[in-house]
């Protein structure tokens, strides 16, 4: 058994006894690790508040076999994820990123340029008054950290080229194949069945596009010039391609409708990503016991 230290966020934390939590961690070092945090639930810890959802902390741990939980050894906190009062959206962006985390990553495998792009967008989303940017940002980085970044010029099946920059209107419909993860062209179209279609348009690979290079740093990308039709289309498209790269739908995906509107959302009590009506009999099965980012 070995002692490993790493920088980590907290995705989730359930009830594992009258006086501990089991503990999703997703590190920059190992990807993600499950992790018994003995004596978390009393009053004196020796892990004190660290261990909220979505925390940014520093952590120590014993690495177990497989089939043991690892050991919470030390957590220290980096940075509390608690968007400022009136940012609704930034508490509802960072419920979605986290079930996206969950569902993304793999036990002991690492993706220290995800878990960059996760902290990171996290830190923007406290005070970021621009969360649709930001999360459109994590989206497409979160899709090209996983290998899952689609095709947008060119053909999936026969590789021709799409004409994305001189199509003048941005509405132009194209038809995008999920499954095969890209565009497809008219002709392919009418010679192959796919199984799956998704109708989208120009302006929704150009903003996908846009978002990615913002992801990578450039801030001069050019996301605020679309249209509200463009972004609908793109998250009609980002929402349906992203449900197929994770093979399944994520509960949170209803509060798009609040973080891309125009208008401030109405407080609500959102369902938490790590929820579960299931029975406590293991840890698995636990319900979540910390509390909600203050809002």
Known sequence: MSIETTNALVVRAVEFSESSLVVSLFTRDFGKVGALAKGARRLKNPFETSLDLLASIRV????????????????????????????????????????????????????PELWDLADATLARFQTDDDVPRRLAAYEAGLLDALGEFPSTRFCVECGEELPLDSVKNPDRRVLFAPNEGGVVCARCRAEKNFFELIPTTIAAFRLLEASLALAGGDESAPFDE?????????????????????????????????????????????????????SETSPENAQTTEAAPST
């Not at 980002?238 to 125009?262: C, E, P």
């Open 60 to 111: 120590s741990f014993i690495r177990k076999n497989r089939d043991a939980l690892d050991l919470l050894t030390e957590a220290k906190l980096v940075r509390r994820f608690r968007p400022t009062r009136r940012n609704l959206r930034g508490l509802y962006a960072g419920y979605y990123l986290v079930e996206t985390l969950d569902a993304a990553t793999v036990d002991y495998e690492p993706n």
């Open 226 to 278: 679309f249209s509200p039709q463009g972004r609908a289309a793109y998250r009609d498209l980002v929402g349906r391609y992203l449900a197929r790269v994770l093979n399944r739908r994520l509960k949170t995906a209803n509060f798009m409708r609040f973080i891309d509107s125009s208008r401030t959302p109405k407080p609500e009590t959102p369902t938490r990503p790590s929820e579960s009506p299931e």
